[in-house]
């Protein structure tokens, strides 16, 4: 499947607003997940970051985004392999909400897997 594909079957851009506006929506509120976000701009997490986490999936604005920002913004917050799984969850509940196909869901969740080394710790 192609990244542009992707990117589509995600909805375009709206598409991944709204899918990570609700990821985000079900991490804020999952008890084990919350106490990660305290202090944190939610607001900013949710329309930037992400952002860029996605559009280095895709292939689109790479420069903007590397594994060493993943490790640096998730280093210290002692994440493991429950949470990040707890996080996949998420994701594929935000994005089954907004009917991604599973193929869409399949590669975002490989990606997601993918980065897994770069932000658990234990």
């Known amino acids: 499947m192609a990244d542009s594909e992707v990117f589509y079957l995600l909805g375009a851009d709206e598409g991944v607003k709204a899918i990570l506006h609700d990821f985000y929506d ?7 997940l919350a106490p990660y ?3 944190v701009d939610q607001e900013q997490l949710r329309d ?9 999936m895709l292939g689109r604005n790479a420069q903007e985004y ?8 998730h280093k210290g917050l002692g994440l493991t392999f429950e949470h990040y799984e707890r996080a996949i969850m998420h ?3 935000a994005m089954r909400k907004n009917k991604v196909s599973l193929d869409a869901r399949v590669y975002v969740e490989t990606y997601f897997r993918a980065s897994k080394p770069h932000i658990i710790e234990k």
């Open 26 to 32: 079900r991490m804020f509120a999952d008890e084990d």
């Open 37 to 39: 976000f305290e202090g």
């Open 48 to 56: 930037r970051h992400i952002r860029y986490f996605i559009n280095h």
């Open 66 to 73: 590397r594994e060493p920002i993943l490790r640096k913004s």
């Open 91 to 93: 994701m594929n509940a």
